[in-house]
């Protein structure tokens, strides 16, 4: 039985958009804001000696420092939803049963050089060097090169976020950024692709799931993805992209979604539900975890090679610079992990050439802060509220199955109008709608809506439910709604039909992997020949000790 782990990244916040101001008398914004970088999170001072399950009281109440008008600052409040807690080391919102840090106020933090120089202040240290937290100055070079070098170590502490790293990209530039070389960027990440009017702009709508493909979640892709549901602008299914973790995964249903013309990625081999694991791992494990999905992938589900070219981190844990190092190295177009908070305009994906366009979200995240060329295809964030004229302020979400206040059929529906709203009458970007695999198999009445919504938004004209790799394609050549009945990238498996390549796969039984060792036996469906182990981390093949890999 296939284990779904509960998703631990809820909501990644971003209280500026909705915080609540606090007046000074109650928070010293001198006391609270000295020295912290303007996207930490952290409580209301406590007393010293207070007992955790006294400090729950006000554990889903969390606060940030924000700009107030010249060099000042103010501290900003926000709460999180109902049920759910602040989690100060993680610095997300979490369902309240995961939180056992309420009695901590901030977040521990190793020593920080004096970097990046405040407006009033002056550096220390002669140019070109920076003043380490120990005090001694070291060339900016050596920041964040993977090895400590103040005597602190204070040089590898900055290293997660682009404003902090010395030695980041640059900020969009767009006299250097061309697109015959591959890159695409604007200053704020709304731009359209090659400048068009949004009226002649198509909606693009990206329908993902995350997690492991099975029998039972095959039957619902099937309900929203009917043979009969088709972008009336160019008369294609409406397609997806499936994200595919490894564990339970059955490899004829992910060569049948494939056939059917469905984007298959990958989503990892062991879909490991650790808080950090995704966050500290090197380039080479981060190829041992994604290259040996995708070569899991191609082999069992007989996907040839170069076809699959995205990729998407569990949790929602970016590796920062080491997991697009693996990326450029072992040939990943895409990923699409990062999130980013809710604006007037929509944020478009992005080639990383240059500074990625918003906020790294929570100090907690390793964000990419070097010249990558591979693409961002950024999860935007989610309006949850009833009416967004009227309804109170409400943090997002980044995954449909983080907006826990949706509870019925046609509060879902809504959102998912209001959502589609704001791409349409904005700057018409692509409008991710992310889900991990098991979300409707406890709602069946969403399901319904869902699809219906799906077959109804696809009939009416300017809306095109499409790949992530489409919608690449589509931002590399754009083209006008007029001229899109034939633009060939769209064509490709435009309207599959045929039969499964087959109707009886193998089930391969074998000894799970000690990831997975309470399961007594482990299936892996294909229809390709059964490997002689199940396959798992630098084994991908399943061939055991015969595996070159190992």
Known sequence: MQRVALLSCLLALWAGAHGQRVDISEMDPDYYCKGRSDNEFFRKEHATDILEEEARAACNTYYRCVPGGGNLKLVSKSQCGFGMFFDIELQICEVRSKVSNCARWQKYSGPKPKWPIPNDEVSNCPNDEIECGSGECLNKRFFCDGAPDCSDGSDENICNDPETDPNAAPKCDQRTCVWEQGCFCSVDGTRIPGDLLPSQ?????????????NEENFRIYEQIFKETTKNKGNDCTAKGTFFVSHGFTNYSAVQE???????I????????????????????????????????????????????????????RVGGNEQFTMMIDWGFLYDSSLAAPRGRLPLWPYTLQHRMPHKCLGTDQNCPTRNF???EMVLNELDRRDDPEFSEALTGCH???????????????????????????????????????????????????FASWVADVASRGDFYFVTMLQAISWMEAPTEIAALNNFPEWKNKCDPKGLPY?????????????????????????????????????????????????
Request: charge should be negative; glycine fraction near 6%.
């Open 201 to 213: 702009t198509p909606q693009m709508i990206l329908v993902t799931f995350s997690g492991a493909v």
């Open 257 to 263: 979604l494939h056939r059917r013309g469905h984007e």
């Open 265 to 316: 990625a990958v989503g990892s081999i062991t879909n490991n539900p650790g808080k950090n694991y995704w966050s500290n791992l090197t380039a080479a494990e981060y190829e041992a975890e994604f290259d040996g999905a995708r070569l899991i992938t191609e082999k069992f589900a007989n996907i040839s090679q170069g076809e699959i070219l995205g990729m998407r981190v569990p949790q929602a």
């Open 373 to 375: 060329t591979a693409w």
């Open 399 to 449: 995954l449909v199955d983080q907006c826990a206040n949706i509870v019925d059929p046609k509060q879902f529906r809504n959102f998912l109008e209001i959502n589609l709203a704001h791409h349409y009458n904005t700057n018409r970007a692509p409008l991710g709608l992310h889900f991990t695999a098991p979300y409707f198999l406890t709602r069946k009445t969403f399901l319904r809506e």
């Open 502 to 550: 087959c109707s009886l796969p193998n089930p391969c039984e074998s000894k799970p992997p000690r990831e997975h060792a309470n399961e007594d036996r482990m299936f892996l469906y294909t229809c390709e020949d059964c490997p002689p182990s199940y396959p798992w981390l630098y084994d991908p093949l399943g061939n055991g000790a015969l595996d070159p890999f190992i």
